[in-house]
């Protein structure tokens, strides 16, 4: 059974800092990309940055130059840094891989992320 977990999230004010990780339960080089997604209340589920195996990166206009997405293929994990944050990054943060094996995504449960003014 393949399992994303996400952790970091939190309450944070304007211009802090955060930084989430996503813990896959199965070998992370079978998932390719992995990302964030975020959600908003009232608001679709939105890119926030993806990374593919060789290392490519696209992030959102809206976080580029502030999020960092990386990943450790020997933890079988995925991290996003988070700096000056804002509280238009207040959302939920969801960690996804995309499965070569199955051919799906799979989603994390989500991570509340709550930037005060």
């Known amino acids: 059974q393949v399992q994303l977990v996400e952790s970091g999230g939190g309450l944070v004010q304007a211009g802090g800092s955060l930084r989430l990780s996503c813990a896959v339960s199965?070998?992370?080089?079978?998932?390719?990309?992995m990302g964030w997604y975020r959600q908003a209340p009232g608001k679709q589920r939105e890119l926030v940055a993806t990374i593919f195996g060789g290392g490519t990166t696209n992030y959102a206009d809206s976080v580029k130059g502030r999020f960092t997405i990386s990943r450790d293929n020997a933890k079988n994990a995925v991290y996003l840094p988070m700096n000056s944050l804002k509280p238009d990054d207040t959302a939920v943060y969801y960690c996804n891989g995309y499965s070569l094996q199955y051919r799906r995504d799979y989603w994390g449960q989500g991570t509340q992320v709550t930037v005060s003014s």
């Open positions: 199965k070998n992370i080089l079978s998932f390719n990309p």
